[in-house]
């Protein structure tokens, strides 16, 4: 009788680790598929004031969105955008991955609207997947935002002016930091859009005094995607020593997005997706 009580006690214990092992994968499947992808984060910060500052600039960075459809998640991202009331949404690169997506990208700048204005860049994605750049950029001004290719504007907000300088895509395109700078203009703020971070290493030599930007803002490496106690074990070429948050670049703090969608393979796991909010 005792032995066959034992063997009992064996049998509940082993369906108990059963269960829990079955359990903890299960969540870790769901964290993957679903959640980290799904329930999108805001990360804000209040950047360094500087001195006699005045309430400055809001800016919002959405990066790597890989469009394949308007999901729930991607509404309730827009109307918390919207809600946020930002000076300027900056959209850093690989919106889309798919040529035959512009329709899909159409519809979720029509969820931000209008009156909120928009600055782009390219990532690697639009240029691989052979994206029409006349199209693209028509479709982004028809819904107020600017593509910058290799070229700077100025933005004025209460009083406040803030130069946006657009970097090309390093790993697509013809990334040309010079070119850009040509286009500078003293600003209360400046800020470099800049897909890939590693572009970044060459683009301190071209910054000094005259020209300082404030903030580089990347994308590209979406975290790694999978990401194991702050170890990325794939990075996608473009990446460089950066893999998500922030960095110094010489004289210039720069932050890396883990951004939004996913490439190559639908799962995030440590790598929850995000847009970040910077005051300026």
Known sequence: MKSKDNGRMKLTRRKFVKIG?????????????WFEKAFIETNEFHLNKKPGHTPGIKVIQVSDLHLKSITGSLKTLADKISDSNPDLIFLTGDAIDDAGKLNVLGAFLKLLGTKIKKVAILGNWEYWSKVDLNALNSLYKSYNCDLL???????TFR??????????????GKSDITSALTQFKPSDYHVILNHCPEYSDVMASSLDKSNQADLILSGHTHG???NILGIAPFLPQGSGQYINGWYEVGETKMYVSKGIGTSMFPIRFGSRAEIAVFHL
């Open 149 to 155: 290719i290799n070229e700077a504007n100025q933005y």
């Open 21 to 33: 092992v079955g359990t903890s994968a299960l969540l870790l499947v769901s964290d993957a598929f």
């Open 159 to 172: 009083e406040k002016t803030i130069l946006v300088t657009g970097v090309d895509d390093y790993v697509g």
């Open 224 to 226: 790694g995607q999978i």
